[in-house]
Nanobody, 126 residues
């Protein structure tokens, strides 16, 4: 069992940056693949970025080159650095976790994750 708490969201102008954090409770954080998803009003939750248990990263095409996911296993925390933000990045951002040790890549589908945080709002003004 793991609990996830996101932080770092806020209001930023287009072109600006934010750093989201997701702190995980529980043991064996290093065994988990971690993902960031986002959900805009009226839209389905979508994949943004993921990092495997051993640090392999993957990104949605819409954020590639602008967002960076990283993890600090000593702090049980995963980060999402958001740069060059656009108004279309406005959404609630969710952190997710699944036990996935020895899997080469982290999952990218909502249904593949079984632990979720409460979300943090990111609003990008034009």
């Amino acid at each position: 069992q793991v609990q996830l708490v996101e932080s770092g969201g806020g209001l930023v102008q287009a072109g600006g940056s934010l750093r989201l954090s997701c702190a995980a409770s529980g043991r064996s954080f290093s065994n988990y693949a971690m993902g960031w998803f986002r959900q805009a009003p009226g839209k389905e939750r979508e994949f943004a970025a993921a990092i495997s248990w051993n640090g392999a990263t993957s990104y949605a095409d819409s954020v590639k080159g602008r967002f960076t996911i990283s993890r600090d296993n000593a702090k049980n925390t995963v980060y999402l650095q958001l740069n060059s933000l656009k108004p279309e990045d406005t959404a609630v951002y969710y952190c997710a976790a699944v036990v996935a040790r020895f899997q080469f890549t982290a999952p990218q589908k909502v249904y593949e994750y079984n632990y979720w945080g409460q979300g943090t709002q990111v609003t990008v003004s034009s």
